[in-house]
């Protein structure tokens, strides 16, 4: 079972160009999250959606936004990366609660 | 707001000694309460988890942790260590009213030396 896939593996991107960063489940687990980890900061949670069709903001959402349209995508956008955006990214699912978050391998990307 | 600390954020040991990493969390309620690891490069991987019933639960790799409601803690423990257990480690809480969400300690780094 592959889990979750995050794609791309890494990324250099502009500042002031779009980004998706793609993320698939095939556990058929309802919620999804998207998280930023930075040196010191640990992880921060983006954006997040309990079921498809449904999303709700993290604690950092600002620049970024997601879509929820079935229950194995969900994809993080960035309309305009900036540098203060660099960072590695981790897709995770869960099923119900108290149920553990599993985590892709991460998207490592940095805006110059 | 919900927090954890982990009260440590480098952990430097020698092979084959023991660990205790330390979580503290505030809540006053009932959560559900976990510990993740990462290793150089990779996602983060389940440790262990608490939902209910023993308050000592035994995880991957050797690893323990005691959920000790009076002191909101939840530290891990390992009695011998190996160099593979080299890595980061992440307590985690759910949130109270969403308890799929998760609310993250800074991470403690552990380095065990040969």
């Known amino acids: 079972t592959a889990g979750i896939t995050q794609a791309p593996t890494s990324q250099i991107l502009a500042a002031g160009r779009s980004m998706t960063l793609r993320c698939t489940q095939d556990m058929r687990h309802n919620a999804m999250y998207w998280y930023r980890q930075d040196l010191g900061l640990g992880l921060r949670l983006i954006h997040y959606s309990n079921t498809a069709g449904t999303t709700g903001k993290g604690e950092v959402p600002d620049g970024y936004s997601v879509s929820r349209a079935n229950t194995d995508d969900f994809p993080l956008t960035l309309a305009s990366a900036v540098p203060s955006q660099t960072s590695v990214y981790f897709c995770a699912s869960s099923d119900q609660g108290g149920q553990p978050q599993h985590f892709g391998d991460g998207t490592r990307l940095s805006i110059l | 707001a919900q927090s954890v600390t982990q009260l440590d954020s480098q952990v430097p040991v020698f092979e084959e000694a023991p660990v205790e990493l330390r979580c503290n969390y505030s809540?006053?309620?009932?959560?559900?309460l976990f510990w993740y690891v990462q290793y150089p490069n990779q996602g983060l991987q389940l440790l262990l988890k608490?939902?209910?019933?023993s308050t000592l639960v035994k995880g991957i790799n050797g690893f323990e942790a005691e959920f000790n409601k009076s002191q909101t803690s939840f530290h891990l423990r390992k009695p011998s260590v190996h160099i593979s257990d080299t890595a980061e480690y992440f307590c985690a809480v759910s949130e109270p009213g969403n308890n799929r969400k998760l609310i993250w300690g800074l991470g403690t780094s552990l380095a065990v030396n040969p």
């Open positions: 809540s006053s309620v009932s959560v559900y």
């Open positions: 608490y939902l209910s019933g």
